[in-house]
């Protein structure tokens, strides 16, 4: 009983590190302690290991939104002729 | 007004060395955004032409602070130029949003094209985007604002807070909570079932 207690505080735990986990921004870092720790119980526990699978799918799919990443290169390259006006005189 | 024209912006009589060094500052800090610029624009805007004339009109008005800036990470330096620069163009806006979705879904695929790695990947792909969308949908603008910046522009949280004029914080928790809204929408079969490669 207390074992199973302290597996759903660890899921607890880990369900609130799981994105900052797959996103390791630089803003928000985990330790690495923090880190060994959620690794292990994403090793073992299959309900945190599954919703860590959901969101990394997540994130791909959203990182593939049609026409992502590439903007118009015409416009980048307008852009930059804007950009070489403004420096120009300067140079 | 109290302050000389040099603490104002005004691009008028500078000396030649600090012209010179903010032109070289600007090459350096700002030429390398200008697709992240163009493309976050486009999402505040929800419209190519817009998009590029925000950024021309943010171009100008980093041109004039470049020399104030201290070179630390200029892509949220200039993003918050961005926001400030929308925000006097399109005084409509609701704060700490993106463009409306029906304009972010419409005109997003007028950007260059991504094309899918596989013929797989790309029915994958499509059956997957048909739930995303009716989940971003239904998400609160401020929450798929953050999801929008960070997941799909690809931002940092310090980015997206600058995007937005909102704490890194505020990123955070609206990310969070905009991200298990969208998994639950979409269910476990939906993004297990459909996992890309
Ligand atoms: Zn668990």
Redo the contacts with the bound molecule.
Sequence with gaps: MIRSLR?VV??HW?ARRIQRYLDADPAALLTPGEVSRLES?LAT?E??AQVANEHRTLHRALSRWPGRPAPDPVAVARLRGFVDQLVGEEQ | MSHPADSRGVPEPRPDVDAQASARAFREHVEPQLEVLLRVAQSLTGNAADAEDLTQETLIRAYNAVGRFDGRHPRAWLLTILRHTHLNMHRRQRPETVADWESLRRTRPAFGASAPHSAEEEVIGLELHDHLERALAELDPRFRAVLWLVDVDDLSYAEAAAALGVPVGTVMSRLSRARERVRHHLGPNILTARRLP
């Design positions: 597996a660890t899921c880990s119980h526990c309900t945190c």
